[in-house]
C-alpha cells in the first residue's frame, strides 16, 4: 500500500466512528459530559475572567484545554458540533502523526498498522468526541514521541527546541507530566552520548520548556497570588488519604471521599453559590493549595504503608484491560455500559501482547523510549490515583509498539508463503506456426 492509500485509511479509521459517535450522543454533548475546562471556557467568552465566576479570575484548573476551547466557543460557539468537530480534527492529526513515527523509524506497515491500533481504541472513538481534555494529551503525546526520536536520530538542536516546546504545552495541559522532561533528558543522553552537545541539547530542552510553560505561573502570581501552574491541589489530596484506598475499593472515586472537615470552599463550591444564588463567593486558592499540599506530605510521610498499598491499587487500576468502573458511573446498565466491559477488554488484551512483543522486535531507539514513557505513566499513577482516562492518552505508546511486532509477525508470514510456494517451471517454446 503507498503513503496516499495508507494516509487516507487512516483518516477514515479516525474520522468515519468519531462522526458515527458524535451523531449519536450529540444530545449530551453540551448538556451531560462536561468538565472545569467548559466552564472556564464559557466564562471567559462571556466575560473575559479564565474562572468559574465573571470577574474572579481562578487557578483551580489546568489550563490548555480550557484555552483550546474558548478557540472553539469564541469562533464557532459552544454547540455539540462544534465541539465534536473540532476534537475529530485533533483525533485525525494524532493518527497521522502515529502513523508518521510508525512509517519513518520502522516501516511503513508498522506505520499503518500502529495508527489503526491507536485510533480505533474503543474508549477514544467515544471518549473523544465528548468534552475531555485527554483529546490534547493525546496529541502532544504523538508530538513529544515523534520529535524526540528525531532530536535523537540527528542529533538536531532545532528538534530538541521543538521538543521542549511541545512538552512544555503538554504540561500545561496536564500537570502529571510535570517530571516528564527527566525522561527526555534521559533519552538524548542515551542517544548523543556524553558529549559537549548532550550539554547544549540539555539546556535547550529546559529553556524551552520553561519558556512554553512561564506565562501561566506569572499569570497566576499576579492574579491569584501565587506562583504555580494549577492551585488544584485538592485532587492530589483526595488521590492520597486514609480513606482513599476504601473509597476506590467500594467502586467509588476519588471525588466520594469525603471532605476535610472545617474545609473552607473551594472555588468549585463556590461557583455553585453564584449559579444557584448569584453570590460572588471570593475564596483564598493559595491558602488552599498550601494546605492540601502539606496534607499530602504529611499523609506520604507519617503513612507509608498506606501509601504503598494504594500505590499498587493505582497501577492495577492503571493497567486494568477493562474500562474503570465507578459506582456513579454515567449510564451504568446501558448498552455503553455493555461495551465498556468487554469491547475494551478486547481491544486492550491483544493490543498488550503485541505491545509486549514490540517491546524486544521493535528498534531498539524506539523501545527504549516507549518504554521509557510507559514507566513514567506508572510512576505517575504510584503517586496520585490509575484509571482508563489517565492511560489512555498514552496508549498509542502501546500501539506503535504493537504496530511493529504486527508488521514483523506479517512480514515473516508473506516470506514463509513465498518460499514455501512451489518454484515455476522453465517456459516452454513457442513453436511457429507452419505454412500450408
Request: overall charge positive; hydrophobic content about 50%.
Amino acid at each position: 500500500m503507498n503513503d496516499a492509500r495508507a494516509l487516507a485509511a487512516v483518516a477514515a479509521a479516525a474520522v468515519c466512528p468519531r462522526l458515527a459517535v458524535l451523531l449519536v450522543e450529540r444530545g449530551d454533548i453540551v448538556a451531560e459530559f462536561t468538565e472545569k475546562s467548559d466552564d472556564f471556557a464559557s466564562t471567559f467568552v462571556a466575560s473575559g475572567t479564565f474562572g468559574f465566576v465573571p470577574g474572579i479570575p481562578s487557578a483551580w484548573t489546568q489550563p490548555l484545554y480550557g484555552w483550546f476551547l474558548i478557540g472553539v466557543y469564541w469562533v464557532f460557539g459552544r454547540s455539540w458540533a462544534a465541539i465534536g468537530l473540532a476534537q475529530i480534527l485533533v483525533s485525525l492529526a494524532t493518527a497521522l502523526l502515529v502513523y508518521e513515527i510508525g512509517r519513518r523509524f520502522v516501516s511503513p506497515r508498522a506505520g499503518l498498522a500502529a495508527a489503526l491500533l491507536a485510533t480505533l481504541n474503543p474508549y477514544l472513538v467515544w471518549h473523544d468526541v465528548h468534552v475531555n481534555r485527554e483529546i490534547l494529551d493525546q496529541l502532544l503525546a504523538a508530538a513529544i514521541v515523534l520529535l524526540a526520536l528525531v532530536a535523537g536520530e540527528r542529533r538536531s538542536l532545532r528538534a530538541v527546541v521543538a521538543l521542549g516546546v511541545v512538552t512544555g504545552l503538554a504540561i500545561l495541559g496536564n500537570t502529571r507530566l510535570s517530571f516528564l522532561p527527566l525522561v527526555l533528558l534521559a533519552y538524548l543522553g542515551w542517544r548523543f552520548g556524553l558529549t559537549r552537545r548532550l550539554a547544549l541539547a540539555t539546556g535547550v530542552l529546559v529553556v524551552s520548556c520553561a519558556f512554553a510553560l512561564a506565562a501561566w505561573p506569572i499569570r497566576n502570581a499576579v492574579q491569584i497570588g501565587c506562583f504555580t501552574l494549577t492551585t488544584d491541589t485538592k485532587a492530589l489530596w483526595k488521590a492520597n488519604n486514609l480513606h482513599t484506598r476504601g473509597v476506590l475499593d467500594r467502586g467509588g472515586w476519588i471525588d466520594d471521599v469525603p471532605n476535610l472537615p472545617g474545609a473552607p470552599l473551594t472555588p468549585e463550591q463556590a461557583a455553585g453559590y453564584y449559579r444557584a444564588q448569584g453570590r460572588k463567593i471570593r475564596v483564598d486558592e493559595c491558602a488552599q493549595m498550601r494546605l492540601y499540599r502539606g496534607l499530602v506530605s504529611d499523609f506520604w510521610r507519617e503513612h507509608p504503608g498506606e501509601k504503598a498499598r494504594l500505590a499498587s491499587q493505582a497501577v492495577g487500576m492503571l493497567w486494568n484491560p477493562r474500562t474503570t468502573r465507578t459506582s456513579g458511573r454515567s449510564r451504568a446498565g446501558t448498552a455503553l455500559d455493555t461495551a465498556r466491559s468487554w469491547a475494551q477488554p478486547a481491544y486492550m488484551i491483544p493490543l498488550y501482547a503485541l505491545g509486549l512483543a514490540g517491546l524486544v522486535l521493535a528498534p531498539r531507539r524506539v523501545a527504549v523510549l516507549l518504554a521509557g514513557l510507559l514507566a513514567y505513566q506508572t510512576l505517575a499513577a504510584m503517586a496520585f490515583v490509575g484509571a482508563t482516562r489517565y492511560r489512555v492518552a498514552w496508549d498509542l505508546v502501546i500501539a506503535l509498539l504493537a504496530g511493529a511486532a504486527a508488521a514483523r509477525v506479517l512480514e515473516r508470514f508473506v516470506t514463509g508463503r513465498r518460499a514455501s510456494s512451489p518454484p515455476l517451471g522453465p517456459v516452454p517454446p513457442t513453436s511457429s506456426p507452419q505454412r500450408s
